[in-house]
């Protein structure tokens, strides 16, 4: 049977989402107690994916997992819960065998959580309406080779609450560090730094030197969007992850808005 996970990490605590030798990351974690506990014994055999592959010091409320198993009812999120370190599994569902979380998601939303420091609200907004649409945003990404730089923003939603900004973005998929740098744009137009004469050019043309990405801290995978896929819910895995994101976040008033935004979305 082949299940899916939807989970919630701290990416401060991680190396980055994929796994490397010697490091600590969200999928070693994962993969770590799904062997603990018989789930899978090898990753290969058991065709585990991910949906999104985040940086070093990203964090996420809505990425997904996907592998073969042939003991589902050790997937419950409290069972497995109960043995994984700064990894929450929120969900679980039973899909299709040749599901790929990354190749069947139907779009992708960030949150960005901006410290609002003589930021011009209405040229942010402004500003963020030049990048909706269909754009080659090579000047907005780390480029990899062989991706291709055109992609498809649906919308950027700018939110005040109180000394913070937070800025969703919503796409079909998204390059290396596009979303950081972006903010990294719009806290400039908001600023007066740049205007959207020059977003706009750079959206048109190659430029020689890049904006640099926003601190990846502040960005949150918000959610993964699935066709007629449901994830069934535990009430007591939510209860855990609420209280277990409290205790470590309460502290820093940034942490502090996404868990509000979070907990309400639960």
């Given at each position: 049977m082949r299940i899916a996970l939807k989970i919630a990490y701290d990416g401060t605590g991680f190396y980055g989402f994929q796994r490397q030798p010697g490091l600590r990351t969200?999928?070693?974690?994962?993969?770590?107690?799904?062997?603990?506990?018989g789930i899978i014994e090898d990753i290969r055999e058991a065709n585990f994916k991910g949906a999104s592959r985040t940086d070093r010091?990203?964090?996420?409320?809505?990425?997904?997992?996907?592998?073969?198993?042939?003991?589902?009812?050790l997937t419950e999120p409290r069972i497995l819960n109960h043995y994984l370190n700064d990894v929450w599994v929120l969900g679980n569902a039973s899909v299709p065998e040749d599901f790929h979380p990354?190749?069947?998601?139907?779009?992708?939303?960030?949150?960005?959580?901006?410290?609002?420091?003589?930021?011009?609200?209405?040229?942010?907004?402004?500003?963020?309406?030049l990048f909706i649409g269909e754009h080659d945003f090579s000047n907005f990404a780390r480029l990899?080779?062989?991706?291709?730089?055109?992609?498809?923003?649906?919308?950027?939603?700018?939110?005040?609450?109180?000394?913070?900004i937070m800025i969703e973005v919503e796409g079909e998929s998204f390059l290396w560090e596009m979303v950081r740098r972006i903010v990294t744009a719009l806290k400039f137009c908001g600023m007066g730094i740049f205007s959207e004469e020059e977003i706009s050019f750079m959206l048109k043309e190659k430029v020689d030197?890049?904006?640099p990405p926003a601190?990846?801290?502040?960005?949150?995978?918000?959610?993964?969007k699935y066709e007629n896929i449901e994830f069934k819910k535990d009430?007591?895995?939510?209860?855990?992850?609420k209280r277990e994101f409290f205790e470590r976040f309460r502290m820093h008033l940034t942490r502090a808005a996404i868990f509000e935004d979070w907990i309400t979305s639960l």
């Open positions: 969200v999928e070693g974690e994962v993969i770590r107690v799904l062997k603990k506990l010091g990203v964090s996420a409320f809505g990425n997904v997992i996907a592998f073969d198993t042939n003991r589902p009812d990354r190749f069947w998601a139907m779009g992708k939303v960030y949150r960005y959580y901006l410290f609002n420091e003589g930021i011009d609200l209405v040229k942010l907004k402004s500003c963020a309406e990899e080779e062989f991706k291709n730089p055109v992609r498809v923003i649906r919308r950027i939603d700018v939110i005040p609450r109180g000394r913070i030197k890049k904006l601190p990846p801290e502040n960005l949150v995978l918000w959610q993964i009430s007591y895995a939510i209860e855990k992850v």
